[in-house]
T-cell receptor, first 119, second 115 residues
Framework: AQTVTQSQPEMSVQEAETVTLSCTYDTSESNYYLFWYKQPPSRQMILVIRQEAYKQQNATENRFSVNFQKAAKSFSLKISDSQLGDTAMYFCAFRGVPYSGAGSYQLTFGKGTKLSVIP | DTGVSQDPRHKITKRGQNVTFRCDPISEHNRLYWYRQTLGQGPEFLTYFQNEAQLEKSRLLSDRFSAERPKGSFSTLEIQRTEQGDSAMYLC?????????????FGPGTRLTVL
């Protein structure tokens, strides 16, 4: 079974600064997808960024980028130029690729990191 | 393009009562997922459908839980004889198969409180 660990329950960052959220995972699969989702207070979960394990290039989406280290099973999220609207819970999630082994389409989530952006 | 919608947004019930939640996925999305999220935790998978077929169920889905997607469009999740431990946010997500890509888009959730 896959596990996802987010070791930082809470973090804070000054507006306009950069912050990195950590995520590690454990799997025996060779191909899979990794995601970061954002859940603002009392609002629905939104996809931030997605990484395919067979792609070595790190994914980027505007101010959001990842550092994907497949051998270390690490998948951190960097938020540049932090904005007040970035205040939210951030969840790291794993999804296998069923045709490559015993994977499943379900997402396995970490416990989340609560990020507060301070004005 | 409307997103995933869920109804109701909040439900308060007494222990032992039955409750039913509805999820309307993004139009033309052929996969639909149910997750449960308790306070301070990440969502946990319950079950998923591809079109009208229920293809996977978690061991978290006890006999008191049943999910349907009769016409491959909206889905319902019913909990019978609710218990206080069922209090949680129930999230629905949908996705469209495209190769091996399957990005799930979430609805706002239904928050269930069992008294």
């Amino acid at each position: 079974a896959q596990t996802v660990t987010q070791s930082q329950p809470e973090m804070s960052v000054q507006e306009a600064e950069t912050v990195t959220l950590s995520c590690t995972y454990d799997t025996s699969e060779s191909n899979y997808y990794l995601f970061w989702y954002k859940q603002p207070p009392s609002r629905q979960m939104i996809l931030v960024i997605r990484q395919e394990a067979y792609k070595q290039q790190n994914a980027t989406e505007n101010r959001f980028s990842v550092n994907f280290q497949k051998a270390a099973k690490s998948f951190s999220l960097k938020i540049s130029d932090s904005q007040l609207g970035d205040t939210a819970m951030y969840f790291c999630a794993f999804r296998g690729v069923p045709y490559s082994g015993a994977g499943s389409y379900q997402l396995t989530f970490g416990k989340g990191t609560k990020l507060s952006v301070i004005p | 393009d409307t997103g995933v919608s869920q109804d109701p947004r909040h439900k308060i019930t007494k222990r032992g009562q039955n409750v039913t939640f509805r999820c309307d996925p993004i139009s033309e999305h052929n996969r639909l997922y149910w997750y449960r999220q308790t306070l301070g935790q990440g969502p946990e998978f319950l079950t998923y459908f591809q079109n009208e077929a229920q293809l996977e169920k978690s061991r978290l889905l006890s006999d008191r839980f049943s999910a349907e997607r009769p016409k491959g469009s909206f889905s319902t999740l019913e909990i019978q004889r609710t218990e206080q431990g069922d209090s949680a946010m129930y999230l629905c997500a949908s996705s469209l198969i495209s190769g091996s890509t399957d990005t799930q888009y979430f609805g706002p959730g239904t928050r269930l409180t069992v008294l």
